[in-house]
């Protein structure tokens, strides 16, 4: 066992201890700092795993962007009290799903390991075959030869992939990511004739003050 | 580099992250912990991806991750979104009183 290897046993646990303390943790902030750590030892384990653009993307966008988004919409909300911690809910239904998921992921865990117990050998000549098969004489094609891959870089690998072979998907997400801007956008306008105050709460959201009061059509202007 | 032996553990800790987050799904009641639940599942199966692509040579794997992280995002804006407009309608954040569209 080397020490990459103890490494990865060590974030590997970490990965495991901050998951559940993402569903057990009382307050929400700490779920939310459980889900960071998390995230940094998954793309230590990414680097590990010789997916170095991977690991930058998820440093990046997840523990950056979308954990401070969470934190900042946890900061603005504070429910100040968790529903959770009132009361286990008692729908006998809940558990029949909780042993449905843990048969499942049984499942899927014994294939996982039995599925990979052949040797390195065999499925680099698996990967080799497969190739070309698919494509003989394309190098872009299912398997690459990881010295080429070293001696290319893995961000040049995985850009001409993307930009090539992936094209259609990579256009499909960037649509994606318009619909979902659009939608955060025309979700979170005001409604005309709702409450502010929330029940029972003083949050820094209904202390501002109110702006303008909402015109007929001024919510489905700001939209676009 | 990673010796090949790790490769069922990594796809063993896959397996466990998504059966937490799903415990978390099912069993919390503050929908932005349910959130942050999905993101852990989303995580755990980014893992098996990288981690299968490690393991039979490709690339596509990485890429496919990528693709599932931009949708995480898009997922965690769409979804703070609703919680954030459900706080401002004056409802409690509480997962099982928002029934409305049951029946």
Redesign the interface.
């Known amino acids: 066992?080397?020490g990459?290897?103890i490494l990865?046993?060590v974030v590997?646990g970490v990965?495991?201890v901050s998951?559940?303390g993402?569903?057990l943790?009382a307050k929400?902030i700490y779920?939310?700092l459980c889900?960071v750590g998390?995230?940094v030892s998954?793309a230590v384990?990414?680097l590990?795993?010789?997916?170095q653009?991977?690991a930058a993307?998820?440093i990046i966008?997840?523990a950056g962007?979308?954990m401070v988004?969470?934190v900042f919409?946890?900061a603005?909300?504070d429910?100040g009290h968790?529903?959770?911690y009132e009361g286990p809910?008692r729908d006998p239904r809940?558990w029949v799903?909780?042993v449905a998921?843990?048969y499942i992921?049984a499942q899927?865990?014994a294939l996982?390991?039995n599925g990979?117990?052949y040797?390195?050998a065999d499925?680099?000549l698996q990967?080799q075959r497969l190739a070309q098969a698919a494509n003989p004489g394309d190098q872009h094609s299912?398997?690459?030869?990881?010295g080429s891959?070293n001696a290319a870089g893995?961000v040049q690998?995985?850009g001409r992939?993307?930009f090539t072979t992936?094209l259609l998907?990579?256009e499909i997400?960037s649509l994606?990511?318009i619909?979902?801007?659009v939608?955060?956008v025309y979700?979170?306008r005001?409604?005309p004739h709702?409450?502010?105050?929330?029940?029972g709460a003083t949050s820094p959201?209904a202390a501002l003050p109110e702006e303008t009061a909402p015109e007929p059509g001024r919510e489905t202007v700001g939209v676009g | 580099?990673?010796?090949?032996?790790?490769?069922?553990?990594?796809?063993?800790?896959s397996?466990?992250?998504?059966?937490?987050?799903?415990?978390?799904v099912?069993?919390?009641?503050?929908p932005?912990?349910v959130?942050?639940?999905i993101?852990?599942m989303l995580?755990a199966v980014?893992?098996?991806f990288?981690?299968y692509?490690?393991?039979?040579?490709?690339?596509?794997g990485?890429?496919f991750?990528?693709?599932v992280?931009?949708?995480?995002?898009?997922?965690?804006?769409?979804g703070?979104?609703?919680?954030?407009?459900v706080?401002?309608?004056?409802?409690?954040?509480?997962i099982?009183d928002l029934s409305e569209m049951r029946e």
Request: charged fraction near 15%; aromatic fraction near 8%.
């Open positions: 066992m080397t990459v290897d990865a046993y590997a990965a495991l998951a559940a993402v569903v943790s929400t779920s939310a889900l998390n995230m998954l384990l990414f590990l795993l010789n997916a653009f991977v993307v998820q966008i997840y962007a979308v988004l969470f919409i946890i603005l909300l429910p968790d529903p959770d809910r809940l799903g909780i998921v843990g992921t899927v865990f996982a390991v990979t117990t040797s390195k499925h680099v990967g299912f398997a690459f030869d990881p891959v893995n690998v995985l992939e993307l992936f998907p990579f997400t994606l990511l619909v979902a801007a939608g955060a979700l979170t005001r409604l709702a409450p502010m105050e929330p029940p959201v | 580099m990673l010796s090949i032996d790790l490769f069922p553990l990594l796809l063993g800790l397996a466990a992250m998504f059966t937490v987050g799903a415990v978390g099912l069993v919390r009641r503050n932005l912990v959130l942050m639940s993101e852990l995580n980014n893992l098996a990288v981690d692509g490690r393991y039979l040579n490709s690339e596509d990485q890429i991750t990528l693709v992280i931009v949708v995480a995002a898009a997922e965690a804006v769409v703070l979104a609703l919680v954030s407009q706080y401002r309608s004056g409802r409690e954040l509480d099982d």
